[in-house]
């Protein structure tokens, strides 16, 4: 009896002791999205003093900064999420920090613009390779009954480098410069590196081939990337200009060829059966949504504050700064309630709450500024209910895969969420239209309908597919 008493507490010590290494690799695999938030709030002040110390380029050129990095890292998500899968995901994420180190020191270090967007599109295949692997890294680690609070958590994370992002980043730039912001994440990713070689554990889930299939990567990168490309630049070339009709049109048949080629390989890089999965296609549909509102919303805010109500830069940034704040917290809240009831109703409950924001805007919003009458329940209602319905997705689509194809699961999950990101941008400059002043006001209500109805609309694919968890 004794024997056996001591056996059950050495099984429950041992199982305590990788409880906490799950936690603490997880803790460092979260710099995944701590970063890859972090450099988009950094960047978004930083751009209009790149502009100034490169007076001779074009604001198109300019423009390129942000969206070389971006047509990176949608292009080769789902390339990164297979090469996890099929070489390791410690290796990739690992591999990922170092092209991230390079990247952003490069970039604070071009005496160019044509060197720093080089280097931003450098970023950007680590920033790919990072965000594909990082969460499927440790979450198969995580106790079953923890993975909801977990992905809660993988949430705040994002929320509270959203917060640091523009504020920080403010200050930096006022202070020392804008290549003084655009490094900051060379030494987070370096730091990272270092901690992840001790404390991350390579997955041991690779099956069949380990080669990839170079038509499907190139097919693939180049589809998306070009699509990418139509979508970031549409509000400059324009909608119906060739340029951005041509990238929609070879992006689109080049999707459609790597269809075609995944349904006859063996070993593909998109496995098509994860598409015939309802619990995955619907959740990720729903994110998709999710992103299309929240970066509509996000980005518009800082045209409306400044142009309507005519506020500085830092306090249009430390004002929307507090919407992750409540996101953060609802993140962390939403997770913890996913655990005991589920994801279903805390996603669906969100998801309500974040379309009462803009729609509380709509009705009140006007060119008086009001900070705690207007501003504050708006952005309080949007951040409380799009930190749970944001990120709780997520978990839901990948709850539904084997533990094989979570990497390429997620690397697809995410980069339908990049490219819908990129769409609500593109709609938003569109709604928004070329008004400026007051008169921006009616293109701003137009883009809060679109936020309301994209987060009332993820609710019935959630529905049909993930009724239950």
């Known amino acids: ?5 001591d056996i059950a507490s050495e099984s429950s010590a041992m199982g305590d002791i990788e409880s906490t290494r799950a936690w603490r690799a997880f803790a460092v695999a979260s710099a995944s999205i701590f970063l890859f938030v972090l450099d988009a709030g950094l960047l978004s002040v930083s751009l209009p003093k790149i502009a100034q110390t490169f007076p001779d380029a074009s604001r198109a050129t300019i423009s390129w900064v942000s969206t070389g990095y971006l047509v990176s890292v949608a292009g080769l998500l789902l390339v990164a999420g297979r090469l996890g899968d099929a070489f390791g995901r410690k290796r990739m994420f690992q591999t990922g920090m170092l092209v991230l180190f390079v990247g952003s020191l490069t970039s604070a270090l071009a005496p160019s613009i044509g060197l720093l967007i080089v280097s931003r599109m450098v970023q ?5 390779l990072v965000s594909a692997t990082g969460l499927t890294l440790v979450l198969g680690n995580i106790p079953s009954d923890r993975r909801a609070f977990a992905v809660g958590i993988w949430g705040s994370v994002g929320s509270i480098a959203a917060v640091l992002g523009p504020t920080l ?3 930096i730039v006022d202070a020392a410069g804008w290549r003084f912001a655009l490094a900051l994440t060379a030494p987070i990713a370096l730091g990272t590196y270092s901690i992840g070689r001790r404390s ?7 099956k069949g081939p380990r ?3 170079l038509p499907s990567v190139l097919l693939a990168t180049f589809g998306i990337g070009t699509i990418a490309l139509g979508l970031s630049q549409s509000r400059i070339w324009g909608w119906s200009d060739a340029k951005t009709l041509s990238a929609f049109a070879a992006g689109l048949l080049a999707l459609a060829a790597f269809l ?3 349904r006859r390989q063996s070993n593909p890089l998109l496995s098509l059966h994860l598409l015939r999965v309802g619990g995955y296609t619907g959740p990720t549909f729903a994110a998709s949504l999710q992103q299309l509102g929240f970066f509509s919303w996000f980005f518009s805010t800082s045209f409306v504050l400044s142009e309507i109500w005519g506020w500085s830069v830092r306090e249009t940034g430390q004002a929307i700064s507090l919407t992750f704040v409540f996101s953060a917290l609802t993140g962390w809240a939403g997770g913890k309630a996913g655990a005991r009831i589920g994801m279903f109703w805390p996603t669906v409950i969100g998801a309500v709450v974040a379309a009462a924001g803009p729609l509380y805007w709509v009705f009140v919003f006007t060119d008086e500024p009001s900070f705690w009458a207007v501003y504050l329940p708006g952005a309080a209602l949007f951040g409380l209910g799009g930190g749970a319905c944001g990120i709780l997705t997520t978990g839901m689509a990948l709850r539904s895969v084997s533990e094989e194809d979570q990497g390429m699961a997620y690397a697809a999950h995410q980069t339908a969420r990049r490219m819908a990101s990129s769409f609500g941008l593109a709609l938003m400059a569109t709604l928004l239209g070329e008004a400026s002043g007051t008169s921006l006001l009616g293109g701003a209500r137009n883009v809060w309908v679109m936020c309301i109805a994209a987060h009332l ?3 019935v694919p959630l529905t049909i597919t993930s009724r239950s968890d």
Do not use: C, K, P, Q
């Open 1 to 5: 009896m004794t024997a056996d008493s």
């Open 124 to 128: 950007g295949v680590g920033g790919a």
């Open 169 to 171: 980043g403010a200050e």
């Open 200 to 206: 991350l554990r390579e997955s041991n889930i690779t």
């Open 211 to 213: 080669g990839l299939d």
């Open 260 to 262: 075609d080629r995944s």
């Open 457 to 459: 609309i993820m609710i």
